[in-house]
């Protein structure tokens, strides 16, 4: 079946642009959680939805970055006014239910460059 | 304070050779999971396999399996009979169950394996 698809899976940014990156999980998986990835490192947790609901937030960066998962499917996260700092790759991923599961499945991610 | 801490920021394995890669971990929960992730030059993170903290036994998946040592707060990951399509970066993550009730992971710094033919 699909997995979690992610477009686009490049963009390039001027600074000061805002940007909005796409997430489809897979179909009817509950959660959805938002990652930044920097070059060379480890996934970062920015977000996390439940349903349409977002239960947690702790990881956004600043007040620039916003997540919306309206109607509990299609996930988008959106960054204004772009900054260097921004440059990352920006990965999603969704589990069946709002619980513990024993894996998440990522999407390709979108690579963010900002100039 | 690091959570995870992978300490091989790269590793080289001859190929069909077995390998482990190294992680460490630190929480004050009881209930806590550990997983590993592969994520190959094309982006996308690959489920490895799975330990929960209460697990007796350590957890294979086909040529992976985890050498969990409680104490130690050791999950290192063992790959065996390596193959060219192993060469990826690899990720050690953790979820602490006392903190949320769903999957808020946390994820180490990554080690990338290279295998040589």
């Known amino acids: 079946g699909a997995g979690v698809s992610q477009s686009p899976r490049y963009k390039v940014a001027k600074r000061g642009q805002d940007v909005a990156l796409r997430c489809d999980p897979i179909s009817g998986h509950v959660s959805l959680f938002w990652y930044q990835q920097a070059l060379g490192q480890g996934p970062e947790f920015l977000t996390y939805f439940q349903n349409e609901a977002q239960l947690d937030k702790s990881g956004l960066p600043s007040d620039r970055f916003f997540a919306e998962r309206p109607e509990g499917s299609v996930s988008t996260l959106k960054i204004q006014r772009t900054q260097q700092e921004d440059s990352a790759v920006y990965l999603c991923?969704?589990?069946?239910?709002?619980?513990?599961?024993?894996?998440?499945?990522f999407g390709p991610g979108t690579r963010l460059t900002v100039l | 304070a690091q959570k995870i801490t992978q300490t091989q920021p790269g590793m080289f394995v001859q190929e069909k050779e077995a390998v482990t890669l190294d992680c460490t971990y630190d929480t004050s929960d009881q209930s806590y999971g550990l997983f590993w992730y592969k994520q190959p030059s094309s982006g996308e993170m690959i489920f490895l396999i799975y330990?929960?903290?209460?697990?007796?036994q350590n957890a294979t998946e086909g040529r992976y399996s985890l050498n969990f040592q409680k104490a130690r707060k050791s999950a290192n990951l063992v790959i065996s009979a390596s193959q060219l399509g192993d060469s990826a970066m690899y990720f050690c993550a953790m979820r602490e169950e006392g903190r949320t009730s769903y999957d808020k992971v946390i994820f180490g710094p990554g080690t990338s394996l290279s295998v040589i033919p």
């Open positions: 330990q929960g903290s209460y697990d007796e």
């Open positions: 991923a969704s589990s069946p239910d709002g619980e513990w599961a024993d894996t998440q499945y």
